[in-house]
């Protein structure tokens, strides 16, 4: 696709219910990135990945919080056990940056997946 | 601790009127800085990126932002708002090369 897409774009779940969020970056990036937002914030970073390997995951929350990307393109965002805190926009990003910090590379977001944990 | 700050929640700008948006930065090395836009459903789209060199850089949809470095600032600015303006504006700074950290936005209105 053109952009980055996210799935679902809304999920409603009951507490104590696992949920897993997908990205699927834009063709050939490398990098992709999961964010976290609150409502009245600013999105807030969870995880990181150059291809297929986790290279940052310090703001994760907790451990019921994991992330993969098996193949280094579609990534799955679990959140497992799911509170209501836990509800928010969970947007992903993807980018070509391969770690140069003299030519970072935009980064491009998706829509994000709604979820509310009722 | 590297931050941002957006003292600002919400703006309200009249149509043609000229804006400025604040950004505050706390980040002891060099700074990649970044102004994002939020429109309702969209997914954020950048507007201008500061790395180095000179500290007035121009972006899309005709903001610029000017970068102080003995102010750790970022303001972003546009000289005449549309009303096709009226969105979310996020100033970020990266550190470590990759993680983003992102203020807390300020909500743009724009009024007839």
């Known amino acids: 696709g053109a952009g980055v897409s996210q799935s679902p774009r809304y999920k409603v779940t009951k507490r104590g219910q696992d949920v897993a969020l997908r990205c699927d970056p834009i063709?050939?990036?490398?990098?992709l990135y999961w964010y976290r937002q609150a409502l009245g914030q600013g999105p807030e970073f969870l995880t990181y990945?150059?291809?297929?390997?986790?290279?940052?995951k310090s703001g994760l929350p907790n451990d019921r919080f994991s992330a993969e990307r098996p193949e280094g393109s579609i990534s799955t965002l679990t959140i497992q056990r799911t509170e209501q805190r836990d509800s928010a926009m969970y947007r992903c990003?993807?980018?070509?940056?391969?770690?140069?910090?003299?030519?970072?590379?935009?980064?491009?977001f998706g829509p994000g997946t709604r979820l509310t944990v009722l | 601790a590297q931050s941002v700050t957006q003292p600002d929640i919400h703006i309200t700008v009249s149509e043609g009127a000229s804006l400025e948006l604040r950004c505050n930065y706390s980040?002891?090395?060099?700074?990649?800085l970044f102004w994002y836009v939020q429109s309702p459903g969209q997914g954020l789209q950048l507007l201008l990126k500061?790395?180095?060199?000179?500290?007035l850089v121009q972006g899309i949809k005709g903001f610029e932002a000017e970068f102080k470095r003995s102010q750790s600032s970022f303001n972003l600015r546009k000289p005449s708002v549309h009303w096709s303006d009226a969105a979310e504006y996020f100033c970020?700074?990266?550190?470590?090369?990759?993680?983003?950290?992102f203020g807390a936005g300020t909500r743009l209105f724009v009024k007839a």
């Open positions: 500061y790395f180095s060199g000179d500290t």
């Open positions: 980040y002891g090395a060099t700074p990649y």
């Open positions: 990945f150059n291809y297929e390997a986790q290279q940052d």
């Open positions: 970020a700074v990266v550190v470590g090369g990759f993680k983003t950290i």
């Open positions: 063709s050939g990036h490398v990098s």
């Open positions: 990003a993807s980018s070509s940056y391969r770690g140069s910090l003299i030519s970072y590379n935009e980064q491009f």
